[in-house]
């Protein structure tokens, strides 16, 4: 009977007039709410879910944002027969960002910018002899891996509290990616152009959860 009735449904779809499922036009994420952010990475290893104690900070001016991973499958055959085995192994990924080139500051030392112990007022003032120890100059200068937080708001903006509790109870979608390293960068320009664009490529140990605090400027 179960077999019949789901037959008569796969043959008599109304999917003229019909969606498959209707979701809430609200519930769609947009390429203008996605905020990325970044802070320095814990001490931790990545096997817990991410508590947050330093905050994060939103970079701007991020073109475009792409995640991939992959997984290692080996396939095993045995001598007498075609029948293979797919013993899963370990996965691994990697991110790439594109940003607007701008006067001060490129995109590798936006995602390292120490906010807390120094400002801007003073990092770019011209009577600060300490200037140059802040910038990075090349990926060599990186001594510390950072984490970065993805977030996407929905489009009905009734579907976002501002007070966050738990992870279960933050309606935002979410990624975060632990222990990060940039493994290249890149900038590029030509005659034509008017601005001027780079891109760094970046290996992640784990995603792992969030933990927000309830109101906290830490996500903001």
Do not use: H
Request: hydrophobic letters at 35%; glycine letters at 4%.
């Amino acid at each position: 009977m179960a077999a019949s009735n789901t037959t008569d449904k796969a043959t008599s779809w109304a999917w003229k007039n019909s969606n498959v499922i209707n979701y809430d036009r609200g519930s769609f994420l947009s390429a203008s709410r996605c905020v990325v952010y970044a802070q320095p990475a814990d001490s931790g290893r990545s096997n817990a879910n991410l508590t947050i104690t330093e905050p994060f900070y939103p970079i701007g001016l991020i073109q475009s944002y792409s995640w991939s991973e992959q997984k290692q499958v080996d396939m095993v055959f045995e001598l007498g027969s075609e029948i293979p085995f797919l013993v899963p192994g370990r996965t691994t990924g990697q991110l790439s960002l594109q940003r607007m080139l701008i006067y001060g500051r490129d995109l590798v030392n936006v995602l390292y910018y120490d906010k807390v112990n120094r400002g801007i007022a003073k990092d770019y003032a011209t009577s600060n002899r300490e200037y140059g120890q802040y910038i990075k100059k090349s990926l060599k200068d990186i001594d510390k891996p950072l984490n970065l937080m993805f977030a996407m708001f929905p489009i009905n903006r009734s579907k976002f509290s501002r007070s966050l509790t738990v992870t279960k109870n933050a309606n935002f979608y979410c990624r975060v990616f632990r222990n990060c390293w940039i493994t290249s960068r890149s900038e590029s320009l030509s005659a034509g152009q008017s601005v001027i664009a780079e891109q760094v490529s970046i290996l992640y140990e784990d995603v792992t959860r969030l933990n927000v605090a309830a109101d906290s400027e830490n996500y903001s």
